[in-house]
C-alpha cells in the first residue's frame, strides 16, 4: 500500500540522471493557505530545497518554516499512493476498515454509480467537505456542487472557527476578506486576536517583512491578546485580556474617543458611512414616503432628504447632521451617529474594566493613543496623488471573533477605524486589495465596489457567489446548515453538531446526507469534539475521502482516493481572488500559478482532474463547464464550451488566457512563475475615489433578526433578540455564564506558527520544530495561577469541561499568559496509524468544545472556542 | 434556455425551447419562464420582483452576464473587448451586448444556474 518516490520508474530516474538537470522551479506553497510564491530546487528529479520567489510580491522571497519543509510531505513514506476500499462493513474509532487497494476505474466506477444514484433521488444527499489550507481546491469544488445540484458544502473547521464573522464583516466595511494594518504608512495599530505579520494567514510572509519593517520604522504596536504569543512577543505592548471580551475593550475605547475626547472623522461619516441616516424609534430608518430611501437631515435647507438627493434629480444635499433630534415623516428621529455616540455613553472604561480585567485607566490611555495618532483631517501626498492621512488601525481575527458573540466583537473593533476615518486610506485599517483596474495590456482582472441597496457598498470580488451584500434575507432552510435562515454566516455547526437531527427533523428538511466526498479535510479533528463529529459522520452511508495520509477521518470512510500534495499539483490562481491572499498596501500586483514539481508517483491523482473526470462519469460536463465559466469569470474566446470534457490543465490555461492574453498561457506561467504589475494610489487608497457608504449603524440587522426569528422560534430554534441589535454591545459566551467555582479557567486555542491546524502534524521536520518549542505541544499556563494550584512546569494535566469532556497534556508555566487563560497550539493529538509522525504529539483542544447551536452565534453561526475548564494533577500519558 | 444544476431537477425540465417576440430581453425571458414553470422558478431565482438572488448566474452562448435588460438578439464578438470594467470589472454587460453584431438566425442560448454556497478560513 505504501509506496514512496523513490519506486518512480528506472526510465524517469535515467533520463534525468543524463540530463544532470539542476533547476529552480518557480510555484506556490500551501503549507498554510498564505499561499506564498516558492522557487523548488530539483536535481535530477528530485526536490532538494525550497526557498521564497524573490520575484513575487507573494512572500517577497521569503518563506517561513513551513513552507520549506513541504519537502517532508513529498517524500513522506506514509503517503496514501493507491485508491482504497473498505471491506470492513463496521466502522468506529479503533476498527479496523481492512482496506483493499483497488483501481482508479474500480473506485470511480464505484462513486460515480453512487452519485449518479443520490442525483436522481435529491441531489442535495451529496455533502461536500474540504480543507480551507488548499486553496487549489476551492473553485472545481464549488463548481462541481452547483453542477450537481447541492448546496450542502463546507470546509469544517476553517470556516466554522474563524471564517464566518471576520470575512463578512471585513467584506461588508472594506470589501475584502480580511484587514491589515497599512504597515507603510501606519504608526499605531492595534491587533485583537490576531497575527498578520507573524507567520500565519493570509499573505503570510509578505505580511511578516513588512510588520517588521514597520516595527523598525517606529510603528507602535499593540496587541490585545490573553497569551503574549508570536505577535505580541514583537509588541511594544501586550494587554492580556479575559478570553472572548475584545468587545467590551472596543467599545470602551470607542467611547473615550467620541464621548471623551470628542474625535471623530466627521466628513468621512456623513459621506462614506451611514451615520447621517436618520433613526427612528423603531430603530429602522426614517424612509422618503416616494422613494423608499434612506433619509438624512440636510443642515443647510434644514429638513429631511434623501442621501442621495442628487441621484435623484434633486439639487444637491448640503451639511449633514450627524447629531441632533428631528421629525421626519411624522416621527422624532436622530441620525444614526448620534444613536452610536449615546449607546457608546453606557460602555465606558469602567464598564469594561470587570469583564476584560483591564484597568480602566489602560484602556483609556489605548483610546486616547489611537485617537491622537488618527491625525483627523490630515492629508498625505503619495505618488502624486494628494490623499486622507490617518496612520492608526485596529484589526481582528479568530482570537477575538471565535465567539458566540462574533459579529459584535469584530464590529466593535473595526468601528474604531471608521470613526476616525481610517478605513482604506493611508496608514489605516486596509482590506486585501478591494479594488483593482487590471493589468495593463487587458485591464483584467478588474473589479470596484459600488453602492448596493440604501447605499451601502457592494464587493467588487469576492471569493463565493454568495455576497456579504446585499445579502438574502432569511428563508425557511433547505440547506443542511441552515444557512438561508442565516444570511450573515457561511460554515454552519448543523454540518457536524450534537444537535443535527433534532434541527432537521424540527425544520422537515427533506432529505438526509447519503454521500460524502471529503477532500484533505479531517473534520473529526477540526471542527470540534470528535464523539459528536463521528457519530454525524457515521450515518452517511458512503463516504469517499481525498488524502495524503490515512487521517482519523480516512479511517471511517469507505474508498480513500490518494491526493497529491501541492508540490505536485497545477493551478492557474493560487493567491486570487487578490482580496484573500495578495498583500494589501503599495507595491505590486503579482499573480502566480502552482505546478508539479516532480513526475507523477504511484496512483496519486490531483482532486481537480478527479472531479472533472466524475462530472463526465455523472453527465454534468456542462453543468459544470458552465459553473468555472462563471466562477473563473471565463471571457470569450476563452469560455469551456457546452459538454466539451476539458482537463484541469486545460481550464487552467484557458483561465490564464482569459485574464491575459493568448501570449501569457499555462506554458508562459509555468516559466516565468508570475506576472506582475505596479499597483496605484487610487486603487490601493480607493476610499476616497469609490461612491460607496459602509453601515456604522447595522439596521438590517433588526429586519434579519426579526425574520429569522419569525421562522426559527415557532420550530423551537432561539434566537436571543440581543444578538440582532443594530449597535454592537459586548455578549458573553456560554463559558462566561459557567457558575460552578470549580472551573475557573478559560481554555482557548491559538495559531501556532510552527503547525498549520492539522495539516502539518505528519510533517517530520515541523514536528521536531514543536518538539523544542516550549509550548507547541504543551498546555500554556499563567506561571503564577500554576503555581498556586501547585502545579510544576512540565506537570501532566487533565483539562475537564462541566460537560465532563476532557484532554490530557503537560503545563507549561509562563508568565505570557493572562491568569485565567489555557492556551493550546493548533489541533494536535492525533491517534490514527496512518499518521505515525503525528500520534500522539500534542494536545487536542478541540476534543473539548461542545458542537450545538447553543454554542454557535445565533447571528453568523461562528463556533465559541473558548471554553470553561478545570485542571487535574495526572500521571504520565 | 437551459436550467443547470439543482434547477433543472427543480423544475423538471432541463431544456426549453421558447420563441419571444423581437427584440426581448433576458427579463422577458424570465417572465415567460415564470409562466411556464409557475411561482417556483421566481422563488428561485428572484430575492424580489425582477432582483436575481445574488447567486443565480445567467449564461448568454456559454458567458456570464448580470443584466437582465440585455438584449436576446445580441451576439457575443469573436472576441470581446476585455479591457471593459464596469462595477465587477468582470462580467459582461448590455453596453457591451448592445453594440455586438446582431445574430442572425442563430438562436441565442440561455442557461442559468444557481450558485449558492459557503466559504471559510
Not at chain 1, 46 to 57: C, D, H, L, Y
Request: charged share 20%; net charge negative.
Amino acid at each position: 500500500m505504501v509506496q514512496a518516490f523513490e519506486q518512480k520508474t528506472p526510465e524517469t530516474e535515467r533520463a534525468h540522471e543524463a540530463n544532470g538537470e539542476d533547476r529552480w522551479i518557480p510555484s506556490a506553497c500551501s503549507m498554510c493557505y498564505g499561499t506564498c510564491s516558492i522557487l523548488a530546487h530539483r536535481v535530477n528529479g528530485v526536490v532538494t530545497k525550497i526557498e521564497g520567489n524573490p520575484a513575487s510580491e507573494i512572500g517577497k522571497g521569503r518563506l517561513c518554516a513551513k513552507g520549506i519543509s513541504g519537502i517532508m510531505t513529498l517524500y513522506d513514506p506514509n503517503r496514501v499512493n493507491v485508491p482504497l476500499r473498505r471491506t470492513n462493513p463496521k466502522k468506529g474509532v479503533g476498527v479496523d476498515p481492512g482496506w483493499k487497494e483497488i483501481t482508479w476505474d474500480e473506485a470511480l466506477d464505484e462513486i460515480a454509480a453512487r452519485l449518479r444514484k443520490v442525483r436522481a433521488e435529491d441531489p442535495r444527499k451529496l455533502f461536500l467537505q474540504r480543507t480551507t489550507t488548499n486553496t487549489t481546491i476551492g473553485p472545481i469544488c464549488h463548481a462541481f456542487c452547483h453542477a450537481f445540484g447541492t448546496m450542502n458544502q463546507w470546509v469544517a473547521g476553517g470556516g466554522l472557527h474563524c471564517g464566518n464573522g471576520a470575512h463578512l464583516i471585513s467584506g461588508i466595511m472594506h470589501a475584502s476578506w480580511s484587514i491589515v494594518p497599512d504597515f507603510e504608512h501606519c504608526q499605531y495599530a492595534v491587533y485583537f486576536g490576531a497575527s498578520k505579520g507573524h507567520a500565519a494567514g493570509h499573505a503570510s510572509c509578505s505580511n511578516m517583512g513588512l510588520a517588521a519593517d514597520a516595527r523598525v520604522r517606529g510603528m507602535k504596536m499593540v496587541v490585545v491578546d490573553p497569551m503574549c504569543n508570536f505577535a505580541a512577543a514583537k509588541a511594544n505592548e501586550w494587554v492580556p485580556i479575559r478570553v472572548g471580551t475584545d468587545a467590551a475593550l472596543a467599545l470602551a475605547m470607542a467611547h473615550v474617543l467620541v464621548n471623551e475626547l470628542g474625535i471623530w472623522d466627521a466628513p468621512y461619516l456623513a459621506s462614506k458611512t451611514n451615520a447621517p441616516y436618520l433613526i427612528g424609534p423603531d430603530k429602522l430608518y426614517v424612509r422618503d414616503a416616494e422613494t423608499q430611501e434612506p433619509l438624512v437631515w440636510d443642515a443647510t435647507a434644514g429638513r429631511a432628504r434623501p442621501y442621495n438627493a442628487e441621484k435623484l434629480g434633486q439639487e444637491p444635499l448640503g451639511e449633514l447632521a450627524l447629531e441632533g433630534e428631528y421629525e421626519a415623516q411624522g416621527v422624532r428621529c436622530r441620525p444614526a451617529f448620534a444613536c452610536l455616540k449615546e449607546h457608546l455613553a453606557r460602555h465606558t472604561p469602567e464598564w469594561a474594566e470587570p469583564i476584560t480585567t483591564i484597568p480602566a485607566a489602560t484602556i483609556r490611555r489605548l483610546g486616547q493613543e489611537f485617537g491622537r495618532e488618527a491625525r483627523v483631517g490630515s492629508t498625505i501626498v503619495i505618488d502624486g496623488v494628494r490623499l486622507p492621512y490617518r496612520p492608526v488601525a485596529a484589526i481582528a481575527f479568530r482570537g477575538s471573533e471565535g465567539h458566540r458573540n462574533a459579529v459584535y466583537n469584530f464590529l466593535a473593533i473595526d468601528l474604531l477605524n471608521h470613526l476616525v476615518g481610517a478605513a482604506d486610506v493611508v496608514g489605516g485599517c486596509l482590506g486585501f486589495n478591494p479594488v483593482c483596474h487590471g493589468h495593463p495590456e487587458t485591464k483584467r482582472p478588474a473589479y470596484v465596489p459600488y453602492a448596493g441597496p440604501d447605499g451601502l457598498m457592494v464587493t467588487g470580488s469576492w471569493m463565493v457567489p454568495h455576497l456579504p451584500y446585499p445579502f438574502e434575507y432569511p428563508r425557511m432552510p433547505k440547506s443542511m446548515g441552515f444557512n438561508e435562515l442565516f444570511p450573515l454566516g457561511m460554515s454552519s455547526p448543523l454540518m457536524a453538531s450534537a444537535d443535527q437531527e433534532e434541527r432537521w427533523q424540527r425544520f422537515d428538511l427533506p432529505y438526509r446526507p447519503e454521500v460524502m466526498i471529503n477532500i484533505g479535510c479531517n473534520s473529526v479533528m477540526s471542527v470540534g469534539n470528535s464523539e459528536t463529529v463521528i457519530n454525524t459522520l457515521l450515518r452517511i452511508p458512503f463516504i469517499v475521502s481525498f488524502d495524503l495520509f490515512r487521517t482519523e477521518l480516512s479511517d471511517l470512510a469507505d474508498i480513500v482516493l490518494p491526493d497529491m500534495s501541492y508540490l505536485e499539483q497545477l493551478d492557474s490562481k493560487p493567491n486570487y481572488p487578490f482580496i484573500f491572499n495578495l498583500p494589501g498596501g503599495m507595491g505590486d500586483w503579482c499573480w502566480a500559478v502552482r505546478q508539479p514539481l516532480i513526475e507523477p508517483v504511484a496512483e496519486r491523482r490531483q482532486m481537480n482532474q478527479v472531479l472533472l473526470e466524475l462530472a463526465e462519469r455523472v453527465g454534468i460536463s456542462e453543468d459544470i463547464n458552465m459553473a468555472l465559466n462563471a466562477l473563473l469569470k471565463l471571457q470569450p474566446p476563452f469560455t469551456l464550451k457546452g459538454s466539451q470534457q476539458y482537463s484541469f490543465a486545460e481550464v487552467c490555461d484557458q483561465h490564464l488566457k482569459s485574464n491575459f492574453g493568448p501570449r501569457h498561457d499555462l506554458a508562459w506561467f509555468k516559466e516565468h512563475g508570475v506576472l506582475s504589475w505596479p499597483k496605484k494610489p487610487q486603487e490601493v487608497y480607493w476610499r476616497p475615489f469609490v461612491e460607496v457608504r459602509v453601515p456604522i449603524y447595522w439596521e438590517y440587522l433588526k429586519r434579519v433578526g426579526d425574520q429569522a426569528r419569525a421562522l426559527a422560534e415557532p420550530r423551537g430554534l432561539h434566537l436571543p433578540e440581543e444578538f440582532y441589535d443594530p449597535l454592537p454591545t459586548w455578549l458573553p459566551c456560554p463559558g462566561h455564564e459557567c457558575s460552578d467555582e470549580q472551573f475557573d479557567l478559560y481554555g482557548f486555542y491559538y495559531r501556532d506558527t510552527i503547525h498549520t491546524n492539522s495539516l502539518t502534524q505528519e510533517n517530520a521536520w515541523l514536528d521536531e520544530t514543536a518538539q523544542l518549542d516550549p509550548n507547541s505541544y504543551y498546555i500554556a499556563m499563567n506561571a503564577e495561577t500554576g503555581k498556586k494550584k501547585g502545579l510544576h512546569d512540565g506537570d501532566w494535566v487533565w483539562m475537564e469541561t462541566v460537560k465532563g469532556r476532557r484532554v490530557r497534556g503537560r503545563v507549561h508555566l509562563t508568565q505570557g499568559m493572562h491568569p485565567e487563560g489555557l492556551g493550546i497550539g493548533g489541533c494536535a493529538g492525533h491517534w490514527t496509524d496512518g499518521m505515525p509522525v503525528a500520534r500522539g504529539k500534542g494536545v487536542f483542544f478541540n476534543q473539548l468544545l461542545e458542537i450545538d447551536m447553543d454554542h454557535a452565534s445565533p447571528v453568523n453561526l461562528n463556533l465559541d472556542l473558548c471554553v470553561k475548564v478545570r485542571l487535574r494533577r495526572c500521571e504520565e500519558a | 434556455m437551459k436550467l443547470f444544476g439543482i434547477l433543472g431537477l427543480q423544475m423538471g425540465e432541463r431544456s426549453v425551447a421558447l420563441q419571444l417576440a423581437e427584440g426581448a430581453r433576458l427579463r422577458d425571458l424570465f417572465e415567460v419562464l415564470g409562466e411556464h414553470f409557475g411561482a417556483k422558478f421566481g422563488e428561485a431565482i428572484f430575492r424580489q420582483p425582477g432582483v436575481l438572488q445574488t447567486y443565480v448566474r445567467i449564461f448568454l452562448d456559454d458567458v456570464p452576464v448580470d443584466d437582465l435588460d440585455t438584449p436576446l438578439t445580441a451576439s457575443l464578438p469573436p472576441h470581446l473587448d476585455v479591457g471593459t470594467i464596469s462595477h465587477d470589472g468582470e462580467g459582461t454587460h448590455a453596453a457591451d451586448r448592445a453594440s455586438a453584431k446582431p445574430r442572425g438566425e442563430e438562436q441565442a442560448r440561455v442557461g442559468l444556474m444557481v450558485m449558492s454556497a459557503v466559504e471559510g478560513g
